[in-house]
């Protein structure tokens, strides 16, 4: 199975910013960040095929970009104006190879470990 690591997590204040890497074994046709925070439904973040073509959660649009290296294998979450609502465990996602750009987690087949990202 692909194996994915994500890293760049960490503790920020309102409005700072982060970027969350992800590390895939390999390539895929769409790969997205989830999060899941206690008391709260799993959701999805943004996605991104092949080709660079995003989609995000309304709650991000404006302040987080995907973006894909496809020659490193490496997914990137770039997060900016942070609020403490984007408080939650993130994960990176892989699909397997079929393309399809969605935010319904049970379409991503491999998942990684997570990283922790804490907004006050």
């Known amino acids: 199975d692909v194996q994915l690591v994500e890293s760049g997590g960490g503790s920020v204040q309102a409005g700072g910013s982060l970027r969350l890497s992800c590390t895939s074994s390999?390539?895929?046709?769409?790969m997205g960040w989830f999060r899941q925070s206690p008391g709260k439904e799993p959701e999805g973040v943004a996605a991104?095929?092949?080709?660079?073509?995003?989609l995000y959660t309304d709650s991000v649009k404006g302040r987080f970009t995907i973006s894909l290296d496809s020659a490193e294998n490496a997914l990137y979450l770039q997060m900016n104006c942070l609020k403490p609502e984007d408080t939650a465990m993130y994960y990176c996602?892989?699909?397997?190879?079929?393309?399809?750009?969605?935010?319904?987690?049970?379409?991503?087949?491999?998942w990684g470990q997570g990283t922790q990202v804490t907004v006050s």
């Open positions: 996602a892989a699909d397997q190879g079929l393309g399809y750009l969605t935010l319904f987690k049970y379409y991503y087949h491999s």
């Open positions: 390999l390539n895929r046709g769409c």
């Open positions: 991104v095929l092949s080709d660079g073509s995003p």
